[in-house]
């Protein structure tokens, strides 16, 4: 048994993933907070509400009795995502859900010791709570969590809203936020007329910076559940007036303006419903899923589908169309994935790289390759080896060959190096380590789909 470093500062608990099952060990330090967490009527109220992960228990073995208070096994989540994988329009969702449960813990006498945006994921079209040893007892007293809340939820989101998505990203180099004045220095005039901002984050950093203590904490010495709830219901009606949709549109409307014809898209989405009518889906992985049109048909014939695309307007109208019709096994992801998030945090290990957390049983990767070996000028066989390592048994591919107007277009303004990007070479690479299963030509158009089966 070997605990995951993403729980190594908990002195509650840790967790042991096994046999791709995940189990929370809960130290007897922690039994006091568990049984009123469970007694009072909190954990079911929020698992109804969908804001906590719901979790069943393990029996304890006899050699873990004397050691181990409980051990609790959370719902499988297939995909845990992380801040920096998130759209505003998530970051936004996570910081309000955060304020949420604080605000209806109080009233169960509880609050959270925590406030990282790492102990947050979505899962079903929900963002969810997944750390279950977050809760601490509440005594009139400052919020605990006050400071990490202002550098890793409320001041990121500001950056993000005042400045742009791309701030999300940063959340690699630092995952335990931002210093105050770093914020302070990074936002725009025009959130000084802000009042959350101004007090939590402006004034909160000058005040730290001139010796006056760490933080406002000193100044919390006896909050009560009224001012708390107060003070949380301010920073809640702040963020949900927040409109950070805001964002320049590249991909979002390619399917409108960039097709060559829409008989080209009609046979494409004929092929690949087909496709999935007929192969077995579990997971289906969604490289450059763009707003999702084909994320959106895998769904209706796999149980978890992961749509990964580098455009955040393009998942912001994803999770929008994914939000409207009710679709709940759809998970979203930000991601460049010739750069995709690496292992962070301490020993590299604190929070899994995207490539570790990604596997499916079947990988669309459409309209995709020119853009990697073209654009990215990743060689073919890289680009072979990836989705090698992704995918347990299928790979749908489309070739874009270089008489498309596309790849005409990509090559009109550069040198053109790219003797090997031809569909004889591309087959003979990805022949190294997938056997070709079918073909199909796509009406319109001279793009091929190829469907492979991993070696």
Not at 2 to 10: E, G, L, R, V
Not at 181 to 195: T, W
Request: charged share 20%.
């Amino acid at each position: 048994m070997i605990p995951q470093a993403i729980s190594y500062k908990d002195k509650s608990g840790f967790v042991v993933l096994e046999n791709q099952s995940v189990y929370r060990y809960v130290l007897p330090v922690y039994a006091r907070q568990y049984h009123h967490l469970m007694r009072t009527g909190l954990y079911a109220d929020l698992v109804a509400k969908d804001l906590l992960i719901p979790h069943t228990t393990r029996e304890l073995a006899e050699h873990e009795k004397p050691v181990y208070f409980q051990v609790l096994v959370p719902a499988f989540i297939p995909m845990v995502s992380f801040p920096y994988e998130w759209t505003p329009g998530q970051w936004k969702q996570v910081v309000l859900t955060a304020l949420e449960i604080n605000l209806i813990s109080i009233r169960h006498g509880m609050i959270l010791k925590d406030a990282t945006p790492f102990n947050f994921t979505f899962h079903q079209g929900k963002c969810l709570l997944i750390d279950t040893l977050s809760f601490d007892f509440y005594h009139n007293g400052p919020w605990i969590a006050y400071r990490q809340f202002c550098e890793s939820m409320f001041g990121p989101l500001s950056l993000i809203y005042y400045n742009s998505a791309e701030w999300a990203k940063l959340m690699m180099a630092s995952v335990n936020g931002w210093d105050l004045s770093f914020i302070h220095h990074n936002l725009p005039l025009r959130s000084y007329f802000n009042l959350n901002v101004l007090l939590h984050i402006h004034w909160h950093s000058s005040y730290s910076n001139k010796g006056r203590g760490r933080d406002l904490q000193s100044k919390q010495a006896s909050l009560s559940e009224q001012k708390l709830t107060a003070l949380w219901s301010m920073f809640y009606k702040t963020v949900k007036g927040w409109n950070i949709s805001r964002m320049a549109k590249h991909w979002s409307d390619y399917y409108e303006t960039d097709i060559e014809s829409s008989e080209y898209l009609d046979h494409k989405t004929v092929i690949i419903t087909q496709l999935f009518s007929e192969i077995p889906c579990d997971t289906v992985i969604d490289l450059g899923a763009n707003n999702g049109k084909f994320s959106l048909i895998a769904a209706a014939y796999s149980k978890n589908v992961i749509a990964i695309e580098s455009d955040y307007a393009c998942v912001e109208q994803c999770r929008a169309t994914i939000e409207r019709k009710g679709i709940t096994n759809i998970t979203t992801i930000v991601a460049d994935i010739t750069q995709p998030a690496p292992g962070v945090g301490w020993n590299n290990a604190e929070r899994m790289s995207l490539l570790q957390r990604l596997r499916g049983n079947v990988v669309l990767a459409l309209a995709l390759i020119h853009h990697l070996c073209i654009s990215k000028n990743i060689p073919m066989e890289f680009a072979a080896g990836l989705f090698h390592a992704v995918t347990e048994k299928y790979l749908v591919i489309e070739f874009v060959p270089r008489s498309d107007p596309k790849v005409k277009q990509m090559l009109a303004n550069r040198e053109d190096v790219f003797d090997d990007y031809n569909e004889a070479d591309f087959v003979r690479k990805f022949s190294e380590l997938f056997y070709l299963e079918r073909t199909y030509t796509i009406n319109s158009s001279s793009r091929k789909l190829f469907v492979w089966i991993r070696k």
